[in-house]
């Protein structure tokens, strides 16, 4: 009797995974190996524990690295110092990482680690496809992010990987809360070291220069399996296409392992456009959302939670269209994103964040899910204040009706809330950009284990300790009303091909 619970969750999670199993490769792992960390300060101890303690192998794949974090080159300097056998990959993003130049920049900060420790550091930054040309001498350095990033935040050292939404400057390792999940599993780890290493292959490579005011070069190496995009972006799609594709299909599974009692399941899933036609997580999430609507799975219990308020309307429908028991929608107020104060047009993100918000409870009382649907925004103190914090965090957590299969689909079963069996974790935000634009990388997540299920619950109410439920009348607030000037930004950033 005591294992009818158990056995009747994973019942119901295998709906999901069997259709899981045939869109993206599968790690089995023991939960008691997968590490749930709470805070930024939690997340850069670990970094740089893990990375002091290297023995063969550090890969850091991210949108950049903060031009002032001296500590983190510091740590990387006496990892390679102590250890000849270490060899350091860092794959950022060209458009942010120099940004700043010829000012100090990420790129200027990470080029002298090649000439302390030649043939064995490799600092790659990868250029979106989508901004050449006319288009990249008009658009403002500021805002040119929103044509196409490499977002995907990859932590790896040696057989352990970190799978998180922050990057790796001052703040998140601070005061602005994201996810973190650390794997400890050599399977994992050389799977997305591969993934690393394919996107290093599509980037400019970059060297140190004293000649350059900037202190660095970016060329293209004629090694790279693609043209430059800068030069040729047709060209460049379809050879990284031929050169990623074969990475992300089911395949790349390595050999089943014999039944362990307690095993989890994940999901590397990703979303590679604009370098492939059709990626993992978008089929991903579909086939998990669409899941939900129908027993035995209905009706289910989600949070869904991202800093940047912008999903797609596919996925507001798909997210919605699930009809949950209870739905929890977590974002950040305006006073916890870290675009606010800003200066430009990157200021008025928060207000339009805001619009966006007040749109979803439109439609959330349009589906007459008022009773099961709810807003909550998280915020800590103010931005730019002493003690205020950025919210960050960004995945869906999913528990499971606590009925056995039939009763719930005769629906008799009286719903009560569980812990969720599954998630979602990553770099991803769910929104235009990441579909269509940016590189991500996220895992999913599957579970029947007790122990971890209740540390997944665990994690939603931590980040949830700020956060309060807002409807429809706080968007009606003087403070809250969004001028014309940046619904008419909002509409212009579209039709220039850009995404918030």
């Known amino acids: 009797m005591a294992s009818s619970a158990p056995q009747s969750q994973a019942s119901m999670l295998a709906t999901i995974t069997t259709d899981l199993d045939k869109i993206a490769p599968k790690f089995e792992i023991q939960p008691e190996r997968i590490h749930i960390i709470k805070t930024p300060s939690e997340f850069y101890d670990n970094l740089k524990s893990k990375i002091l303690s290297a023995k063969s192998r550090v890969y850091l794949s991210t949108l950049y690295i903060g031009k002032t974090e001296h500590d983190l080159i510091k740590t990387l300097h006496t990892a390679l110092a102590n250890n000849p056998n270490l060899q350091v990959s860092i794959l950022t993003d060209a458009l942010r990482g120099t940004r700043e130049s010829p000012k100090a920049s990420c790129a200027s900060l990470l080029a002298p680690l090649i000439s302390e420790f030649p043939g064995r550091?490799?600092?790659?930054?990868?250029?979106t496809p989508n901004l050449t040309g006319l288009r990249k001498r008009l658009v403002p350095k500021r805002i040119n992010e929103g044509w196409g990033l490499q977002h995907m935040k990859l932590y790896g050292i040696d057989d352990t990987l970190i799978m998180s939404g922050a990057n790796l400057s001052e703040d998140y390792f601070t005061n602005r809360q994201d996810r973190y999940h650390m794997f400890e599993s050599a399977d994992l780890a050389n799977y997305f070291g591969k993934i690393h290493a394919g996107v290093c292959s599509l980037s400019?490579?970059?060297?140190?220069?004293?000649?350059e005011a900037q202190g660095y070069t970016m060329d293209w190496p004629t090694s790279n399996p693609a043209p430059n995009p800068l030069a040729d972006p047709k060209a460049f799609r379809a050879a990284s296409a031929k050169h990623l594709e074969p990475l992300l299909t089911p395949a790349n599974s390595p050999p089943a392992a014999l039944p362990s009692p307690g095993s989890?399941?994940?999901?590397?899933?990703?979303?590679?456009?604009p370098l492939l036609k059709s990626s993992t997580e978008l089929p991903s999430l579909t086939t998990i959302l669409s899941s939900l609507?129908?027993?035995?799975?209905?009706?289910?219990?989600?949070?869904?939670?991202?800093?940047?308020?912008?999903?797609?309307?596919?996925?507001?429908?798909?997210?919605?269209?699930?009809?949950?028991?209870?739905?929890?929608?977590?974002?950040?107020?305006p006073h916890a994103n870290g675009f606010f104060g800003s200066k430009g047009v990157s200021g008025m993100l928060p207000d339009a964040y805001t619009h966006l918000c007040a749109m979803f409870l439109k439609r959330v009382r349009w589906e007459g899910l008022e009773g099961s649907v709810r807003l909550k925004e998280w915020r800590r103190g103010m931005v730019g204040e002493e003690g205020g914090w950025t919210y960050h965090a960004k995945g869906l957590w999913v528990a499971f009706p606590k009925a056995a299969e039939g009763q719930a689909a005769e629906g008799v079963a009286e719903v009560e809330a569980e812990d969720p069996s599954l998630t979602v974790v990553g770099s991803s935000n769910y929104t235009k950009r990441s579909y269509e634009l940016d590189l991500e990388a996220n895992v999913v997540i599957a579970t029947s284990d007790p122990g971890l299920r209740r540390r997944l619950g665990e994690e939603v109410k931590w980040l949830s300790e700020y956060a309060t439920p807002v409807d429809e009348r706080e968007f009606e607030k003087p403070e809250r009303k969004v001028s014309v000037g940046v619904r008419l930004s909002m509409w212009l950033v579209r039709v220039l091909g850009g995404a918030l």
């Open 293 to 333: 609507a129908r027993p035995p799975l209905h009706p289910a219990t989600w949070t869904f939670t991202a800093g940047y308020f912008n999903m797609t309307p596919a996925f507001r429908r798909l997210l919605l269209g699930t009809r949950p028991a209870a739905g929890t929608v977590l974002t950040a107020h």
């Open 204 to 211: 400019f490579d970059i060297q140190p220069s004293a000649t």
């Open 264 to 273: 989890t399941k994940i999901y590397p899933i990703l979303s590679l456009v």
């Open 121 to 127: 550091v490799e600092i790659r930054m990868y250029h």
